[in-house]
């Protein structure tokens, strides 16, 4: 059974680094692209970037370019999405997702159950 | 101001058919596949239609997608309480190199 568990809630102040994560099992996680999705308190779901865990080939929209970091460990089958310097404005729901082996480019087949980040002083 | 163009919202009565559109552009939609995701108030998005009108195992045939050059539709026919959800068109866009979401629509059962 394909799984993608993501770490628990976080509650953090204003300029702490934070680093969540995702850990796929059930496939093969070298094959398969992952993103990360943020949905803001009740607005909709923004498209963050993807990554290739096979070689960590990595993409990123233009409107997180240079805000986050997303990463990946192989050996553990992991993906990761962090921060250096965090913002009110990022309290948000995180969610990873895996690309499907359709055709490219591949809808997300599995989702994360998500990730609550608070940030507030 | 997202990059596919849904309807905020949307409304039926049990039973009834809605259609939901999304419009985009000849970056995305008019050269690649559309994907729609319905999501649950509390729970993550699943992915409902992908290639514009293929279901995912256990997807009822009520769910159904199309397309047509710039535009795609989501179709629910017999509609029923538990349909009440957000639901969020998708697909990839050339000019941004990457996923791109409607604002998504929010579906009330009357």
């Known amino acids: 059974e394909v799984q993608l568990v993501q770490s628990g809630a976080e509650v953090k102040k204003p300029g702490e680094s934070l680093k969540i994560s995702c850990k796929g099992s059930?496939?093969?996680?070298?094959?398969?692209?992952i993103g990360w999705v943020r949905q803001m308190p009740g607005k909709g779901l923004e498209w963050m970037g993807i990554?290739?865990?096979?070689?960590?080939?990595?993409k990123y929209s233009p409107s997180f370019q240079g805000q986050v970091t997303i990463s990946a460990d192989k050996s553990i089958t992991t993906a990761y999405l962090q921060w250096s310097s965090l913002k009110a404005s990022d309290t948000a729901i995180y969610y990873c997702?895996?690309?499907?082996?359709?055709?490219?480019?591949?809808?997300?087949?599995?989702w994360g159950q998500g990730t609550l980040v608070t940030v507030s002083s | 101001q997202s990059v596919l163009t849904q309807p905020p919202s949307a409304s039926g009565t049990p039973g009834q058919r809605v259609s939901i559109s999304c419009s985009g552009s000849?970056?995305?939609?008019?050269?690649?596949?559309v994907h729609w995701y319905q999501q649950v108030p509390g729970t993550a998005p699943q992915l409902l239609i992908y290639?514009?009108?293929q279901r995912p195992s256990g997807v009822p045939d009520r769910f159904s997608g199309s397309k047509s050059g710039t535009s795609a539709s989501l179709a629910i026919s017999g509609l029923q309480s538990e349909d009440e959800a957000d639901y969020y068109c998708?697909?990839?866009?050339?000019?941004?190199?990457?996923?791109?979401f409607g604002g998504g629509t929010k579906l009330t059962v009357l």
């Open positions: 997702a895996r690309h499907g082996s359709s055709s490219w480019p591949a809808p997300y087949d599995y």
């Open positions: 059930g496939y093969s996680f070298t094959t398969h692209w």
């Open positions: 990554i290739y865990p096979d070689d960590s080939d990595t």
């Open positions: 000849s970056s995305n939609i008019g050269i690649y596949t």
């Open positions: 290639n514009n009108n």
């Open positions: 998708a697909g990839w866009d050339d000019s941004l190199n990457g996923v791109v």
